[in-house]
């Protein structure tokens, strides 16, 4: 491969403001995004290519580079304020340098961006890739969101290609790109740090009772994921079935606006846990519930349970183009989750082999095989 092109991911800000992020300045740091996780999965896997991954931060004072993971990591100042901080004119010039001395790939981990037009115009020689990862298209119900919807239907045709995660967002690039441009992507899961471990184990790790039926949800404590409808399926089956929630994800602050409801709620909560132990909390459910209906993303979480060999009770399944069949049920509606969460009680059992049917679709090697192959062109490992 030694006429491929580079391949550059823009990943967005990097901020200081997660339990889990690590401190400014440290070489961690500069892995942050889900630019950053996909760039070093596609450096693991084909280590000839040459992959970088930037970022800003508003608080930096001019352009580092590490190496580290195969991948080289750029941070550039942005200024503050600044009407878009995923973008800097240092940026620009630096891809435009790339472009000119040899074949580009950028890799835009944002859709619904201005940055996306622009870059499809300012650099046509390059190919331009824009991942969704869960913004909602411009509403035409203001003069901004007007002005941003006639953006997209002009630039949108000069993509290489754009991903989506959800029905809604398809159906709204099928007008603007042809459809052989377009491509379900989801980030993929790690199916070899999420193992099938003994529920009886990590019960008895995180303090949970070693008979009763539970389901896993794993976010923030918000409405956004209809974690109320949760709340509620748990006090209508409480009569019938030896069944909780396990919430994992919350914290006591304003975003989380349920909190306290989950907290009164009498199931097992969790705040914000270290990814590593996340494995844990997969093997002691009987399967994951996620409802999707209020926002635009795919959940890596899903997969994440697939891995583990749990189910997954989603209203994914209402549009997913694979058969998934082996890999849990599917909620209809909002209303329809609670009996929804019955049948799931009553059949998680019967979902024994949904890690081995799911992994070539889901796993990380599987996707990394896909953005090289189907979205970038590039001889895949095999072909």
């Given at each position: 491969?030694?006429?491929?092109?580079?391949?550059?991911?823009?990943?967005?800000v990097?901020?200081?403001?997660?339990?889990?992020?690590?401190?400014?300045?440290?070489?961690?740091?500069?892995?942050?995004?889900?630019?950053?996780?996909?760039?070093?999965?596609?450096?693991?896997?084909?280590?000839?290519?040459?992959?970088?991954?930037?970022g800003?931060?508003?608080?930096?004072?001019?352009p580092?580079?590490?190496?580290?993971?195969?991948?080289?990591?750029?941070?550039?100042?942005?200024?503050?304020?600044?009407?878009?901080?995923?973008?800097?004119?240092?940026?620009?010039?630096?891809?435009?340098?790339?472009?000119?001395?040899?074949?580009?790939?950028?890799?835009?981990?944002?859709?619904?961006?201005?940055v996306?037009?622009y870059?499809s115009w300012?650099l046509?020689?390059?190919?331009?890739?824009?991942?969704?990862?869960?913004?909602?298209?411009?509403?035409?119900?203001?003069?901004?969101?007007?002005?941003?919807?006639?953006?997209?239907?002009?630039?949108?045709?000069?993509?290489?290609?754009?991903?989506?995660?959800?029905?809604?967002?398809?159906?709204?690039?099928?007008?603007?790109?042809?459809?052989?441009?377009?491509?379900?992507l989801?980030?993929?899961?790690?199916?070899?740090?999420?193992?099938?471990l003994?529920?009886?184990?990590?019960?008895?790790?995180?303090?949970?009772?070693?008979?009763?039926?539970?389901?896993?949800?794993?976010?923030?404590?918000?409405?956004?994921?209809?974690?109320?409808?949760?709340?509620?399926?748990?006090?209508?089956?409480a009569?019938?079935?030896?069944?909780q929630?396990?919430?994992?994800?919350?914290?006591?602050?304003?975003?989380?606006?349920?909190?306290?409801?989950?907290?009164?709620?009498?199931?097992?909560?969790?705040?914000?846990?270290?990814?590593?132990?996340?494995?844990?909390?997969?093997?002691?459910?009987?399967?994951?519930?996620?409802?999707?209906?209020?926002?635009?993303?795919?959940?890596?979480?899903?997969?994440?349970?697939?891995?583990?060999?749990?189910?997954?009770?989603?209203?994914?399944?209402?549009?997913?183009?694979?058969?998934?069949?082996?890999?849990?049920?599917?909620?209809?509606?909002?209303?329809?989750?609670?009996?929804?969460?019955?049948?799931?009680?009553?059949?998680?059992g019967?979902?024994?082999?949904?890690?081995?049917?799911?992994?070539?679709?889901?796993?990380?090697?599987a996707?990394?095989?896909?953005?090289?192959?189907?979205i970038?062109?590039?001889?895949?490992?095999?072909?």
């Amino acid at each position: 491969m030694a006429s491929s092109p580079r391949i550059v991911h823009i990943g967005g800000v990097h901020e200081e403001d997660h339990p889990n992020h690590p401190p400014r300045g440290s070489e961690d740091y500069y892995f942050l995004t889900w630019g950053s996780l996909i760039a070093r999965r596609i450096a693991e896997r084909y280590p000839s290519l040459e992959v970088e991954t930037w970022g800003t931060d508003r608080e930096w004072r001019e352009p580092t580079a590490i190496r580290k993971h195969g991948v080289t990591a750029m941070l550039f100042p942005t200024r503050r304020p600044r009407p878009n901080p995923f973008l800097t004119q240092a940026m620009v010039d630096r891809l435009r340098q790339y472009a000119a001395e040899s074949g580009l790939i950028v890799h835009l981990h944002c859709l619904h961006n201005p940055v996306v037009a622009y870059l499809s115009w300012a650099l046509p020689q390059a190919k331009i890739i824009a991942q969704h990862h869960g913004d909602f298209p411009p509403r035409c119900t203001s003069a901004r969101g007007l002005a941003r919807s006639v953006i997209e239907r002009l630039s949108f045709h000069r993509l290489s290609a754009a991903t989506y995660l959800t029905a809604r967002e398809r159906d709204y690039l099928r007008r603007l790109i042809p459809e052989k441009k377009l491509h379900f992507l989801v980030a993929g899961a790690d199916y070899e740090f999420f193992q099938p471990l003994s529920k009886e184990e990590c019960r008895r790790a995180l303090g949970l009772d070693l008979s009763r039926k539970y389901g896993l949800y794993v976010g923030k404590f918000y409405r956004l994921k209809a974690v109320d409808r949760m709340i509620e399926a748990c006090r209508a089956l409480a009569g019938r079935h030896d069944f909780q929630m396990v919430f994992v994800g919350g914290e006591d602050n304003a975003e989380n606006d349920l909190f306290d409801a989950v907290v009164s709620s009498g199931c097992p909560n969790f705040r914000t846990q270290p990814w590593s132990r996340m494995p844990l909390f997969f093997g002691a459910c009987d399967f994951l519930a996620h409802l999707g209906f209020r926002y635009n993303g795919f959940d890596t979480v899903c997969l994440e349970s697939l891995a583990a060999n749990r189910p997954v009770l989603t209203s994914y399944f209402n549009w997913l183009p694979y058969d998934w069949r082996d890999w849990g049920l599917p909620v209809r509606s909002e209303d329809d989750f609670t009996a929804a969460c019955e049948r799931m009680i009553g059949r998680f059992g019967s979902f024994e082999h949904c890690r081995e049917t799911s992994a070539r679709f889901a796993s990380k090697q599987a996707i990394v095989d896909r953005i090289v192959g189907e979205i970038y062109g590039l001889p895949v490992q095999g072909a």
